[in-house]
Each structure stands twice: as structure tokens, then as C-alpha cells.
């Protein structure tokens, strides 16, 4: 029964979306990659809105969300996640337009003071056809020529709780790489095809000789798309003076193997240096209720 039972959970989300089934939350990450840059001089700032065109005769565009700006990338995987509805065949008829910009003004609504890096449209159903769920395409820019850049698009189905339940993360780093810089992390879960999208962003902890951030809560659905065999990954990053994004390492665990562990369990941790290192993480502290879970990572390297 349990292997019967595993083997439904990994094929759910994608027989969901192969057999059209209505009422399931889909939701919409997306990332660009070698985003054309605005100018030497200028700063790196890039954000991606999202429009949405119904069907049918006179529908119209509408401004349907905004990602937020990532600092000093021209390759941003962003945070930022749409909940899109999908519930018949004419919903996969739904026009999809990505527009990039490069953050000039701090007016964000007003889209005429941002830098236009490019745009690209589809139709939901483009991206829910796509192999895994996931569609790449060219930004194209009206009056500019030359490459400018890609958007990729993620359909994710989600299995919810009611009421949601609640997974409170710690993160602390004891480890040389992070010792006294400034120094963040991200947490991405995984998708189809190998991808990741981020899900959240720590604060950038500075010049601590053992940096630890605050502690956060996030619902299953969102950390693991509801799914106890879903991975999640966390990602350490230090920030140059100029303030360049440098991966010191990263780990990834799984809620159906952490429930398992006991207080001082380790990890493995990729570094970016050294390679793999076993018990590079140690898990000290799980706690696991009816209505949620708590973890405490220490990286240690």
C-alpha cells in the first residue's frame, strides 16, 4: 500500500495536468536569463509583470501581477509566484504576456519610467503542453534588435490543506565561508525537468561571526507544493563589496525524510569549493506536530 501510494503522489501532479482536471491550484513561477543590460553604467535591477487576456470577443489585458526586483543580476529566478485558474478548456485559452524591465525609478506601478528590456506572450495552455510544464521563450523588444534575452515559465500543480499546514524553518551557519560577510540564503523547491524556483529569500545577515536569521514559517504548499516527497533546497550566498552574488554552497532534504530524523541528525552539504561534504549540515532540532513541523539547520561546512 505505501509503495502503491508514493508512486500515486509522484504522478499526480503531472496526470492533473495531462487530463485538464478542473479545481486543482496551478501556479505560475517564471525567470529570465541573459537579460540584455540597460547600460554599463547603469544599475542591475531586473522585474517581470504579468498580463493576463481572457477569451473571447473584447477581452483586454489586465495587469494580473508583478515579481519584485532583483538586485544585480542579469539571470533572476524570482520569489514572487502566481496563482492562475484553470478550470476549462477556454481558461487554457488565456493569453499569457511577460514584460521585463530594469528598475529606474522607484514609481514601480509606473511602467513608462522603468527601463523595457522585452516581453514575450503565450497561451496558458502553451505552458501546460510544454514538456514538464515548462516553456522557454525569446523577449522581443519593438524597436530594438539583437538578442534580449529569454523567459522561462513554470506550471506547478499544488496539493492543499485545510488548514494549511505549517513548516517553521531556523537557519543558522557556523561555517568559515559565511564567517563575517554578507551573507544570505534562498530556498527553492524542486519542479519537473530538473528546475527549481525559489520560494523564499532571507534577510542579508552582515559581518557575523556566526550569522543566524530570523526564524520563518512557511505552509507546506508553498515550501513543497503540499507534497511530503517533494525536494526543497536551501542556498548560502555572500555579497561582494560591489555587490556581487557568490554561492558559497548549498543542501536539500525532503519532508518525508526529515520527519524521520532525530535532533542532531546531519546532512550533506555542496560547497562551491570543496566539493561534497558529508555532515556538512547538522539538523538540530525536529519537532513534529498534528499541525506542523519545525527544523533547525546549522550549516558547519
Known amino acids: 500500500l505505501k509503495t502503491a501510494e508514493k508512486k500515486f503522489l509522484k504522478t499526480w501532479q503531472s496526470w492533473v495536468v495531462e487530463q485538464k482536471i478542473s479545481d486543482v491550484p496551478l501556479e505560475l513561477n517564471l525567470e529570465g536569463s541573459n537579460l540584455a543590460n540597460s547600460g554599463l553604467f547603469k544599475k542591475k535591477a531586473p522585474f517581470a509583470v504579468v498580463f493576463l487576456k481572457g477569451v473571447g470577443d473584447g477581452a483586454e489585458w489586465d495587469r494580473f501581477g508583478d515579481t519584485e526586483a532583483v538586485q544585480n543580476v542579469l539571470n533572476p529566478k524570482f520569489v514572487a509566484s502566481f496563482r492562475m485558474a484553470c478550470t476549462s478548456d477556454d481558461d487554457r485559452g488565456q493569453e499569457l504576456r511577460v514584460e521585463f524591465y530594469n528598475r529606474a525609478h522607484k514609481d514601480k506601478d509606473d511602467l513608462a519610467k522603468q527601463d523595457f528590456i522585452g516581453s514575450s506572450t503565450c497561451k496558458l495552455g502553451d505552458v501546460l503542453s510544454a514538456p514538464g510544464q515548462t516553456l522557454q521563450m ?3 523588444h519593438p524597436t530594438k534588435s539583437g538578442d534580449r534575452g529569454n523567459c522561462t515559465l513554470f ?5 492543499t490543506r485545510d488548514p494549511p499546514f505549517e513548516i517553521s524553518l531556523q537557519v543558522k551557519s557556523e561555517g568559515p565561508s559565511t564567517e563575517k560577510k554578507k551573507t544570505y540564503y534562498v530556498i527553492s523547491r524542486a519542479l519537473r525537468k530538473s528546475n527549481w524556483t525559489p520560494v523564499y529569500m532571507s534577510e542579508t545577515v552582515k559581518d557575523a561571526r556566526s550569522p543566524t536569521w530570523q526564524p520563518i514559517t512557511l505552509t507546506q504548499e508553498r515550501l513543497t507544493a503540499g507534497a511530503d516527497d517533494r525536494a526543497f533546497r536551501i542556498e548560502f550566498y555572500t555579497k561582494s563589496v560591489l555587490g ?7 543542501f536539500s532534504s525532503k519532508y518525508e525524510s526529515l520527519k524521520g530524523m532525530k535532533d542532531g541528525s546531519k546532512l550533506p552539504f555542496s560547497s562551491t569549493r ?22 533547525e539547520f546549522i550549516l558547519v561546512e
Open 138 to 140: 525569446s523577449l522581443m
Open 274 to 295: 570543496e566539493g561534497l561534504i558529508s555532515g556538512g549540515v547538522i539538523v538540530s532540532r525536529t519537532d513534529i506536530t498534528a499541525s506542523g513541523a519545525a527544523f
Open 244 to 250: 556581487k552574488h557568490e554561492l558559497v554552497g548549498s
Open 155 to 159: 506550471i506547478d500543480t499544488l496539493l
